[in-house]
């Protein structure tokens, strides 16, 4: 009897000291730079030598201060007067660590991190949104059912005034669906590229300087000379923006004309490798905190042999933070590490939205056969359906030292092996992505050339007269898909059942 009272007063003590872990566990180091360069898989080519920016410049920087900010609303859902009302409100400081007790605490503290817009400041004097729905006509970009467009928000640090600003993490892991459900954390598809098209289109940004930007953020100063990296003429770039389906990005260090699938970030915890190039090792907190720090700002002032995107000096010297010009408009700040520990603690609560997809119980239950026969089991393990492996493309041998260090599944899919070559995100692997929560994503594949599941098991997306529905350079008018040829040769039932059965994971 008294045992069992002494275990029970170990097992309360034990939830105490989990639910207080936050008093006890300090908050990890972000730019720890012996950590930063395990963290980091090597470019493909050994002669490239890679360098972060320096702790003393990381420290130097500005920290964001995350006050309250507001949704941007199209004009035809805006309130009356509402951003004027914005206009008489007191600016309010909204992360205060001191004030975070509970792992729920910390949970909302990092929601407000992930919606913080980082980049793209700028005043807004006019009486009404500028947003129209009639913007959105082409399917380009997408808001959510009571008319807000995710991808931007209001922010007010001084009272009087009004700023909007973008690039926070929910502007490109925000998805809307047809249905009209908001998923934060999914594959996103609310960017809306129409408007910048028309200021390029205007002429109001000059074309050399979009050219220079599309540079800095595309160059890999170890791609083959016959590689472009910028933009032929206006009427190329305005076509390849318009070309981005839903859930593909022409994030920083793609390669031009190879944007990149966004990942959904649901079940982000047990996943090993970032990226679809599996840039990034994923060990914990301190590494996905790492991860923030350098897609918002920091990666742009890595230094390959003697170039950084960002530098200065025909990019040989890192940019004083005043000076950072960065394409997307990234504010030269860092996020404190209470801050990014805080959104860490956000990205791993999100949750699966519920499933509406209905299918007979026997077809699922055929699919999942299909699923095992076919060997997609063997690369796609349940639970997480991926087994967390890289994969080597076409075109690149793993060195001996990497089947130590990484795990590395070592068949190649044979996929376009462009961005695992010659781009800034560049490690010569894809890794194998997890197959949990397709139905929330419309973009497949590394460069989101495939729109629906049908397209992935479609055979006939081999050929090079194939029109694919996702991303194509728009140069081209067919192109093949290559690559990935499992499942491709299954009857037209089994594809069924198989496709059923994926819509449920
Ligand atoms: C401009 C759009 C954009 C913004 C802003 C953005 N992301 Fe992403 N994110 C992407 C794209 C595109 C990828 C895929 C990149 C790749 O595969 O190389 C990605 C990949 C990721 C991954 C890797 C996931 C995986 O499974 O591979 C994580 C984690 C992530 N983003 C978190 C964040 C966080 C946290 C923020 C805010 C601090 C953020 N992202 C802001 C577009 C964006
Ligand atoms: C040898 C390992 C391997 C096998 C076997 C395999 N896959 Fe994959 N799968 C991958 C890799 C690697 C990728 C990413 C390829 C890329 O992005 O270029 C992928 C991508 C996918 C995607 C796109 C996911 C996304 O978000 O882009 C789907 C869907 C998929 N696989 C389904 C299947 C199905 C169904 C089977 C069996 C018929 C299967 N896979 C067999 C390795 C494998």
Known sequence: MSRFVIAIAGASVLICLISFRWSFEPIPKTWDMEAIKKFHLPPPDSFVNVEYAPEAYYNSLQEHVIYKTYPVYLKEFERPGYLDSLRTLEPEIAFDPQKLKTQEDWVKAGELVFHFPVASYRPINGKVSHLEESQFEKGAGKFTADGIYPFNRYIINEKGKLIIGSHSCASCHTRVMDSGVTITGAQGNVY????????????????????????????APWAPETFRSIPSDKEELVSSLLELPGGVADRQGYAFLYPLAVPSLIGLKDIKYLDNTGLMRHDGPADLMRYAAFNQGMDMLTRYNNYIPLGKKDNAELPPPAEWNHPFGYVGKRYTDAQLYALTQYIYALKPPENPNQFPKELIAKGKLVFNKAGCITCHTPPLYTNNKLTPVNGFEPPADHFKKYDIFNVSVETDSVSALYSRRATGYYKVPSLRGLWYRGAFFHNGNLTTLDEVLDPKRLQPDYIPSGFKPPHLKTMAVKGHPFGLDLSEKDKKALIAFLKTL
Do not use: E, R
Not at 197 to 204: E, F, H, T
Not at 205 to 219: C, N, S
């Open 192 to 219: 809306n590229p129409t408007g910048f098209v028309k200021n390029i289109q205007s002429g109001s940004i000059p074309f050399a300087f979009l050219q220079q930007g599309v540079k800095q953020l595309a160059y």
